[in-house]
Structures are given as C-alpha cells and as structure tokens.
C-alpha cells in the first residue's frame, strides 16, 4: 500500500503550499504579459497562473499573486489596475530564457524589453508594446480584475478580453491554422522545470537572486551577434556583472584552446566555440572568450 501525505492548507507557509500547487498542477502555460503605467513606461512580465476560458467573447485570464515574503504588488498588476489594457505575448522555446531574465524584480522605471533584448512592437488597439519575437500576441482590454485575497501569495484574477491577435505566419500550416511543430510551446512546471511541448522537461535556471545585467549591458558586437541566439543573450545577461579586464586576460593565458580559437583569427569559430561553453553551462567562460575576441564579431 502506496504512503501519502495529506496537508490542511491553513497548517503549512504560503511558501511550502506554493511549492506543492507549481510541482502538482502542470504543465502551466506562460503569460508573456506587456503593459504600460499612466505615464506610458512599459513592464514586461511572465506568468504561469494562466490559460484561456472563453472564445466567444475571447478571454484570457492570468493572476499575478502578492508577493510571498512582503505582500507587495507587482508592476504589471499596478499598470493593469491603472489603464486596462495588457498584451499577452505567447512563449515558445526560442526566447524561453529571455522570458526568464525578464522576470528579475528590476525596479520601477527599468524596461524589462531591453534587458531581454526583446523587440518592442507598437500594437494596434491598446498601449502596451508587443514583444516583436513571440509567435502570437494577444492585444487585450482589461474588463475586470478579481481580488482573491489580502495576504501575501494571494492571487489577483485579470479578466482580459482579447481585441486583436497578431501570428507569425511561419508558424502556421497549409491551412493556416497554428502547427503545433512549428510554434514550438513551452510551460512551466514545478521549481526550475519547463516542459517543451515537443520535446518533454528542461531546466531553467531561475534568474539570480542579485539583478543580472541585461542583454542591454553586454557589448554592442555581441548583442548584434548573427549566431548567438535569443536564449544565448538571455543566459549571458543574467550574469551578475561583466569580467573585469584582468579576469578575460587571465582566462586567455590559462587556456591552451583559448588562444588557439583566438589565433585563427576567425569570428565564427569564436562564436561557435562560446556557444558550446554556454551548452555546457558555464556562460561565465563564454562571456570572457567573447570580450577577449570582440573584434573578431562581426
């Protein structure tokens, strides 16, 4: 006979409860959510307590929770509250760690698009920009939000009905409708797991704990990068800080293979061989290798 545990909601911390909800009820899809405060500055926020719940007339709900440890408001619930308008960005696997970095709890004021290094897209019928990369947008008017509660990790229910919806046609198929192949979806699961819809589970680290830099923080030429892609960028500005000059140098003279890539004077190998540093996990090492060749980028 198989043990279980049983748990009264109320006899457990929000923290231990909301680890039991995310590592239970998954596959959740993401809510690339884009909105823009009074002033017109615009936040960019994922969240995975989302999905659809009508199509005629079209909703999607998503509820970003108080905050567990202080029982303060995110942005994107104080811009939603204050102009009724939100985009919801779908993610699929191509910007899944640029949707990730975006999540650090930047401050008020910082745009969340450029330390992706997303692409803001004008929408149509609503304020809050698009994110340009994602494979379809949901341009909403927000018609309702629903408190779930007071306290730290309570949710707040968005009702936001949707006006316009924006596809890459490169996902679609002969038909026109959405190929599921194609557009390559991912959700969250419990901790740092994703699913792949394709695929199955991945790993995403969860952004550091001290704010990454930003793609906006790393060099020009490597931003631009035509090889290194979104989710390359997005691991390489949740670093903490850029290597000092001395730590690149050092980096070079420790390494037999470092200073063979760079004598072949050749960018793409460069490029290629940070690439497999970042597979392997070690984005620190590719970062240095990419600032010790940046002339060899084009």
Same mark, same amino acid.
């Given at each position: 006979?198989?043990?279980?545990?049983?748990?009264?909601?109320?006899?457990?911390?929000?923290?231990?409860?909301?680890?039991?909800?995310?590592?239970?009820?998954?596959?959740?899809?993401?809510?690339?959510?884009?909105?823009?405060?009074?002033?017109?500055?615009?936040?960019?926020?994922?969240?995975?307590?989302?999905?659809?719940?009508?199509?005629?007339?079209?909703?999607?709900?998503?509820?970003?929770?108080?905050?567990?440890?202080?029982?303060?408001?995110?942005?994107?619930?104080?811009?939603?509250?204050?102009?009724?308008?939100?985009?919801?960005?779908?993610?699929?696997? +191509?910007?899944?760690?640029?949707?990730?970095?975006? +999540?650090?709890?930047?401050?008020?004021?910082?745009?969340?698009?450029?330390?992706?290094?997303?692409?803001?897209?004008? +929408?149509?019928?609503?304020?809050?920009?698009?994110?340009?990369?994602?494979?379809?947008?949901?341009?909403?008017?927000?018609?309702?939000?629903?408190?779930?509660?007071?306290?730290?990790?309570?949710?707040?229910?968005?009702?936001?009905?949707?006006?316009?919806?924006?596809?890459?046609?490169?996902?679609?198929?002969?038909?026109?409708?959405?190929?599921?192949?194609?557009?390559?979806?991912?959700?969250?699961?419990?901790?740092?797991?994703?699913?792949?819809?394709?695929?199955?589970?991945?790993?995403?680290?969860?952004?550091?704990?001290?704010?990454?830099?930003?793609?906006?923080?790393?060099?020009?030429?490597?931003?631009?990068?035509?090889?290194?892609?979104?989710?390359?960028?997005?691991?390489?500005?949740?670093?903490?800080?850029?290597?000092?000059?001395?730590?690149?140098?050092?980096?070079?003279?420790?390494?037999?293979?470092?200073?063979?890539?760079?004598?072949?004077?050749?960018?793409?190998?460069?490029?290629?061989?940070?690439?497999?540093?970042?597979?392997?996990?070690?984005?620190?090492?590719?970062?240095?290798?990419?600032?010790?060749?940046?002339?060899?980028?084009?």
């Amino acid at each position: 006979m198989k043990k279980t545990i049983s748990i009264v909601p109320n006899e457990v911390t929000t923290a231990k409860l909301h680890g039991y909800l995310l590592g239970a009820v998954g596959p959740r899809p993401i809510a690339f959510a884009s909105t823009v405060d009074k002033d017109g500055n615009p936040n960019l926020s994922p969240f995975s307590f989302f999905n659809v719940f009508s199509a005629n007339p079209p909703i999607l709900i998503f509820s970003p929770a108080r905050r567990v440890r202080n029982n303060t408001t995110k942005h994107t619930l104080e811009n939603v509250l204050e102009t009724k308008e939100v985009v919801i960005n779908i993610v699929n696997y +191509s910007i899944v760690q640029q949707m990730s970095l975006s +999540s650090t709890e930047y401050a008020e004021g910082i745009n969340e698009f450029d330390k992706a290094g997303l692409t803001m897209l004008k +929408s149509d019928l609503v304020k809050p920009f698009r994110v340009a990369e994602s494979p379809v947008q949901f341009e909403c008017k927000v018609t309702k939000v629903e408190a779930l509660g007071e306290e730290g990790g309570a949710g707040n229910l968005i009702f936001a009905e949707v006006v316009k919806v924006h596809v890459d046609t490169t996902v679609l198929d002969e038909n026109g409708s959405i190929d599921q192949h194609k557009i390559d979806l991912v959700a969250r699961m419990g901790g740092n797991w994703y699913s792949r819809a394709k695929e199955g589970m991945f790993e995403v680290p969860k952004p550091l704990s001290t704010l990454g830099i930003g793609v906006d923080s790393l060099p020009l030429k490597i931003r631009n990068s035509k090889l290194l892609s979104g989710n390359d960028l997005g691991l390489l500005g949740n670093i903490e800080q850029l290597p000092s000059a001395e730590s690149v140098t050092q980096f070079v003279e420790e390494n037999v293979s470092i200073r063979s890539v760079l004598s072949t004077n050749d960018g793409v190998q460069l490029q290629l061989k940070a690439k497999e540093y970042i597979f392997n996990e070690d984005v620190t090492s590719a970062l240095k290798l990419l600032i010790a060749g940046i002339d060899l980028i084009e």
